[in-house]
């Protein structure tokens, strides 16, 4: 089945203690990108990443780093979570569609962390 | 503001009504994207229209795009109970992706 996993899908936390949640697709996309959700800010990208060892900021990437090693993996991590960081996190792929600038998402079932 | 904001912000309506949200945006853009998320799920990615179309159907999903405008539409037709969820734009273009706020859309049966 095609999909996008995370893992955790809930992780509670403490400030300043190292984290990391990870993000797989089984369908071969370039293209992936991590979200952070909150209440009335609708979703914000945090990171993506166009192909293996090829990242770039989104629009809200302080303090996150993420890595694209291979091409199926693209975790986020948290050096020193604050409790700003509680979000719920939202991993997603992508195709171009048809061979033309246009890319459909497919996005993960969500993380929930909170940091105390 | 981000870009894509929707209008409105909630709407209820009764089931086989239509349910109309509109959706604003600053920048070009190659295409616009509609995603449908039930309560803290993922988002679901229902249709994608270009910036050289101006109208696109699918089932019961309706999608204008006005570039001179900056907006976009969709119009969820016959709704039912199961469309309850929320609706966002977003524009995408080659990985840097932006998601509007979003409406939530009840729909009463």
């Known amino acids: 089945e095609a999909q996008v996993t995370q893992n955790p899908r809930y992780l509670i936390t403490v400030t300043g203690k190292k984290l990391t949640v990870t993000c797989s697709q089984n369908m071969n996309h370039e293209y992936m990108s991590w979200y952070r959700q909150d209440p009335g800010l609708g979703l914000r990208q945090i990171y993506y990443?166009?192909?293996?060892?090829?990242?770039d900021k989104g629009d809200v990437p302080e303090g996150y780093k993420v890595s694209r090693k291979e091409k199926r993996n693209f975790p986020l991590i948290l050096e020193s979570p604050s409790p700003n960081q509680t979000s719920l996190y939202f991993c997603a792929s992508s195709f171009r569609v048809r061979g033309r600038n246009a890319y459909e998402q497919y996005f993960g079932p969500g993380t929930r962390l909170t940091v105390t | 503001s981000q870009q894509g904001e929707e209008d409105p912000q909630a709407l209820s309506i009764q089931e086989g009504e239509n349910a109309t949200m509109n959706c604003s945006y600053k920048t070009s853009i190659n295409n616009l994207q509609w995603y449908r998320q039930n309560s803290g799920r993922g988002l679901v990615h229902l249709i994608l229209i270009r910036s050289n179309e101006r109208e696109k159907h699918s089932g019961r999903l309706r999608v204008t795009l006005d570039t001179s405008k900056k907006s976009s539409s969709l119009l969820i037709t016959a709704s039912r109970a199961a469309d309850t969820a929320s609706y966002f734009c977003?524009?995408?273009?080659?990985?840097?992706?932006?998601f509007g706020d979003g409406t939530t859309l009840t729909v009463k049966p």
């Open positions: 977003a524009s995408y273009n080659a990985g840097k992706s932006t």
């Open positions: 990443s166009m192909n293996v060892e090829v990242t």
